[in-house]
């Protein structure tokens, strides 16, 4: 075997390799190095556990907390008053005008007493209601007074008649029930100051601040895009939500040719759902708004209504009952597209030949909504026919449709006259009251499908049931259609028993109520008829802090009548 040549070096002793090798070997190292440095750190960081000072002895953390400074600048203890101090009264009711939080929990002292920060005050001049110190003793009044609700937020206060008078508003819901929208509610505060004292002498009664009931500003209702109140009072430096402002719900208006002939419209004509039930109504009704936002349309409705004779009391069917008297349309004009038709064929008349509008019309329900998104007409109109059930509007939303269409419920809320009524019963009551609902009436007679009904809710058979849910002297809202209320005497040698009947003050001709719904109607009276007692009497219900139901909680009989209870429930 031969053997190498001596002259042979390998490649990495060769001397012009001695220099890159030793920075290779000192990067190593480093690197090496900051890893092991850095598991180190690791290690360390992840055993160590520093004393927590909340486990330290008592005695350790009263000298920490009590002890002085040494610091060679004086010690001064006066209070720097800053702008969170005037705005800690209110942080509980924007915090909740931010994120939902309600207001209520805020309660810093059991004193209605505050001292203004100037005491050089002339007795005789009226109450300043901006000052950030009245308005914290007003807040704190209200929470200490109405303990059954929780508060979602207060609007600034605003003076009252007499120098020492303030007006507030705010928004809030009772503690307990199934309900979860807001009421509103405005009262006059009657403050005493004496030298640099306030202190609130007495609260009045629902909706006795009318000066803090807000009027909204003017708008156009513009076609598309309703732009909703923002909510927001100027006050000083800082905003409050406003609370109690006045209902607007007339009708949009179309600003010009220009904006009328850009839209596309969707319109429902004929068909069979007029005069039918209330549920009926809605369930085509919203079927229709379904589609219209679907094809991306504004709505073309109807402000009217024919309401049905389960529902008045002449027992006949009553045309012309404006869509205000029982939803409430501002919310639906902010929410959705749409126009009254008497508006709408007005500006179609006018504008339609000048502009070439067309006109597509579809004359049967089968016609998918999804073949209408081809049409570039106007305006869709769809044509139902006469012959039942087929040409009812809700046909439109079924079958394959119904997994395209969606109804948008969250659209439609009960008229915020009707739930104006509710506030003020509830008010009356100091939301502290339970509620029973008792169904009578026709079912009661009809002993083939209800057996035992009338039987299970007579007052004897009443008195028995309620024992074991509801503690004697409790106030207890009773909603039924038995329109004799004198039937529930009995109850009242246990219970303080309340009937919608008991507050007729609030719709007859000297209400609220009654002026705002005769402008709605020509200046015509508008009766209180049942579909609006019975939408109030639910409502009511679900405010109740017990809610006691005829069926399941007071008879075994099924809601539908004999064979109809759900199974799955017994």
Request: charge should be neutral.
């Amino acid at each position: 075997m031969l053997g190498r040549p001596v002259s042979y070096r390998t490649r990495s002793s060769r001397p012009e390799s001695l220099g890159k090798n030793s920075l290779h070997m000192i990067a190593n190292i480093c690197l090496t190095i900051f890893v092991i440095g850095a598991l180190v750190v690791t290690i360390i960081a992840a055993t160590y556990e520093p004393d927590d000072p909340l486990f330290q002895s008592p005695t350790k953390i009263t000298t920490f907390l009590t002890s002085i400074s040494n610091s060679t600048f004086q010690s001064n203890n006066t209070v720097i008053r800053t702008g969170e101090d005037l705005m800690a009264a209110n942080q509980s009711a924007l915090a909740t005008f931010g994120s939902g939080t309600d207001a209520a929990e805020t309660k810093e002292t059991n004193s209605y007493e505050t001292s203004s920060s100037e005491c050089e005050v002339d007795p005789k001049e009226p109450l300043d209601c901006k000052d950030p110190e009245v308005f914290q003793l007003m807040m704190q009044k209200a929470i200490e007074r109405f303990k059954d609700i929780h508060f979602n937020r207060f609007g600034k206060p605003t003076p009252g008649p007499e120098g020492n008078t303030c007006d507030m508003a705010w928004r809030f819901r009772p503690k307990q029930g199934k309900a979860t929208g807001f009421n509103k509610d405005y009262r006059r505060f009657v403050i005493n100051r004496d030298n640099c004292t306030l202190s609130v002498v007495s609260i009045g009664e629902y909706h006795s601040g009318v000066n803090a009931r807000k009027k909204k500003k003017k708008n156009k209702n513009k076609i598309p895009g309703y732009e909703p109140a923002s909510g927001l009072q100027d006050q000083g430096s800082f905003s409050l939500p406003a609370a109690g402002e006045m209902l607007n719900d007339s009708l949009p208006v179309v600003e010009s040719e220009r904006e009328f002939i850009r839209r596309k419209y969707l319109i429902y004509v004929g068909g069979a759902d007029r005069c039918k039930s209330m549920k009926h109504y809605l369930w085509s009704f919203l079927c229709a708004l379904g589609e219209a936002q679907y094809l991306k349309r504004t709505l073309v409705m109807d402000m009217t209504l024919c309401l049905s004779s389960v529902y008045t009391s002449s027992n006949l069917d009553e045309e012309g009952k404006d869509f205000r008297f029982y939803f409430d349309f501002e919310h639906l004009k902010q929410a959705a597209s749409v126009l009254d038709q008497d508006q709408f064929w007005q500006l179609w008349d006018k504008w339609q030949r000048k502009d070439k509008l067309s006109l597509y019309v579809a004359e049967d329900f089968r016609v998918s909504p999804k073949k209408l998104t081809e049409v570039k007409h106007s305006l869709i109109m769809r044509k139902l026919g006469f012959v039942e059930p087929d040409n009812y509007w809700y046909r439109v939303c079924e079958g394959e449709t119904g997994s395209v269409v969606q109804r948008p419920w969250n659209l439609i809320r009960k008229s915020r006259r009707l739930m104006d009524l509710v506030a003020a019963i509830g008010s009356k009551l100091n939301w502290d009251y339970d509620s029973v609902h008792i169904v009578r009436g026709e079912k009661a007679r009809n002993r083939h499908l209800w057996p035992n009904l009338a039987q299970d809710t007579s007052p004897d058979a009443l008195l028995s049931t309620l024992q074991n849910k509801i503690k004697d002297g409790r106030d207890v809202y009773i909603a039924t259609n038995e329109p004799e209320t004198s039937f529930f005497e009995p109850l009242k040698h246990k219970y303080t028993t309340h009937f919608l009947n008991d507050y007729k003050e609030l719709w007859d001709q000297s209400s609220e109520w009654y002026s705002d719904t005769a402008k709605l109607n020509n200046g015509a009276p508008v009766e209180f008829d049942d579909y609006m007692r019975a939408s109030v009497d639910a409502e009511l219900f679900l405010r109740g802090k017990k809610q006691i139901e005829t069926f399941n909680d007071l008879t075994n009989d099924c809601k539908d009548g004999v064979n109809t209870c759900n199974t799955a429930a017994i």
